[in-house]
């Protein structure tokens, strides 16, 4: 058996709306000046506590409490109002990869336990995923952590293994649990730097990765 890992935010579900909307609205509750779309989405793939660590290094520890604190509520709010939507093309890649009987596949994300489940509900994927690892259980990427944990899970070698993601933090990880990193260029990180730090190919769309995994699985 062989185990594809796929990050979640930026790589299956468009969530930067709902990111850049809480985030915007937890720094204004905490006094502080909002920060650019950019500067936000580039923490996307880090645990919450690991991001707003980056977008606010000014504010104290309580401070950053109540950010993290505002945003939970926030995202709340936003996602109950609508879902932030798969990808194009995201489904039907899952689907087909998990119709073959020597492949599994994996949750690898920043995300908490709680909105990894919700979505997973809301998206019609329950049961596609042999591991679902999350921030709730692990150090924020690029630890490999939360990688190693689901190759533990799925009882698979890191050679058998491939991580998928749209940011560094992916690549990072991958690389430091020795497992190969195929980046995708719809998400939050550029191109170039997602093969900097590791990516062995970047996809174009979800066709293409599909590609590339049929070809790493041949």
């Not at 994996?106 to 995923?129: N, W």
């Not at 591991?131 to 630890?143: C, E, R, V, W």
Request: proline share 5%; with cysteine; aromatic share 6%.
């Amino acid at each position: 058996m062989k185990l594809v890992v796929f990050d979640v935010d930026g790589t299956l579900v468009d969530s930067q709306h709902h990111i850049h909307g809480a985030m915007t609205r937890a720094l204004e509750f905490a006094g502080l000046e909002p920060v650019s779309r950019p500067r936000i989405l580039g923490t996307v793939g880090l645990s919450l506590p690991a991001a707003i660590a980056q977008i606010a290094p000014e504010a104290d520890a309580p401070t950053q409490a109540r950010i993290l604190a505002c945003y939970k509520a926030a995202y709340f709010q936003a996602r109950m109002a609508q879902d932030a939507p798969l990808y194009a093309g995201a489904k039907a890649c899952l689907e087909t990869l998990a119709a073959r009987d020597d492949l599994l596949l994996a949750v690898a994300t920043g995300k908490s336990r709680r909105g990894l489940m919700a979505l997973i509900e809301a998206h019609g994927l329950s049961g596609m995923f042999v591991s679902l690892q999350t921030a709730d259980d692990h150090p924020s990427k690029p630890n490999p952590e939360m990688l190693l944990a689901a190759l533990d899970e799925a009882g698979v070698a890191t050679e058998q293994a491939v991580m998928v993601g749209d940011t560094t933090y992916d690549m990072e990880m991958a690389r430091a649990a020795k497992v190969k990193g195929l980046g995708v260029a719809w998400g939050y990180h550029a191109d170039a730097a997602l093969l900097q730090a590791g990516a062995e190919r970047v996809s174009r769309d979800f066709p293409a990765l599909n590609n590339l995994i049929e070809e790493w699985m041949a």
